[in-house]
């Protein structure tokens, strides 16, 4: 049974994987314009933030290192920071790897825009639509550094960014990335301990090590989920 074209299309091409993303391309360009201008507040070289946007891609990871590097962390610090955000990215190549094909180079450059949403659209039962993936994931990129641009154009000209409060933004920001993902007890306890952790160290150890170490409490993830009791479940 052959499928209607217009299914077809919807399920695979660069166009699909580009409009299945389009909703979500103000918020990355936002997204990416406020990285911009925390960089610039946390003294980064205005070039250096543009070329990080371009070749790491990777929002989480990139506040990360601008969050270690703006407390006087070292550089060790914020990579260690940044790997342990991004280890994610492991099996998730490993499982679309078998779609990259071509020479090495188109392969290296494509696997890319691998990111958490052009995973997901790209994929049905198993299954990796390279072209749908390189669709979305080139909405994903222009939005990033694009807005990475316009946060530094905007951020040059602010004044002192600790009298604007820019200086909570960065905990302000994964604090409101992680509350949408506490879905289940072991993620709240997951959540607590790690703030616990890094509330615990920050007078005690150099700037970059409580993050690191916070990142322990995600074993809390691995313990088996206690099962609900009727009435909690009706509730």
Same mark, same amino acid.
């Given at each position: ?10 399920? +695979? ?61 070292? /550089? ?86 600790? /009298? ?50 916070? +990142? ?20």
């Amino acid at each position: 049974m052959e499928m209607a074209p217009d299914r077809a299309s919807r399920a +695979t091409g660069y166009r699909a994987g580009a409009r299945a993303l389009l909703p979500l391309s103000p918020a990355v360009l936002l997204f990416g314009a406020s990285f911009g201008v925390l960089a610039q507040s946390a003294g980064f070289d205005p070039v250096a933030s543009i070329v990080m946007s371009a070749t790491t891609f990777a929002g989480s990871a990139q506040f990360a290192v601008m969050g270690v590097l703006g407390a006087g962390g070292t /550089a060790i610090a914020a990579v260690a920071a940044a790997v342990l955000l991004n280890a994610r990215y492991g099996p998730m190549g490993l499982a679309a790897a078998r779609a990259f094909t071509g020479g090495r180079l188109r392969r290296v450059l494509e696997s890319q825009l691998l990111v958490d949403e052009s995973w997901a659209v790209s994929q049905e039962e198993g299954r990796f639509d390279r072209r749908r993936l390189v669709g979305a994931g080139l909405v994903l990129y222009a939005c990033w550094v694009g807005g990475t641009v316009i946060g530094v154009l905007v951020g040059s000209g602010l004044g002192d960014p600790a /009298a604007l409060g820019l200086d909570a933004a960065f905990p302000a920001l994964f604090l409101a990335l992680m509350v949408p993902l506490i879905r289940s007890r072991n993620a709240l306890a997951a959540a607590l301990a790690g703030a616990g952790v890094a509330l615990l160290l920050t007078p005690l150890t150099p700037p970059g090590v409580p993050v690191i170490a916070a +990142t322990l409490a995600v074993l809390f993830g691995l313990l088996p989920e206690r099962p609900r009791r009727p009435t909690e479940c009706a509730s």
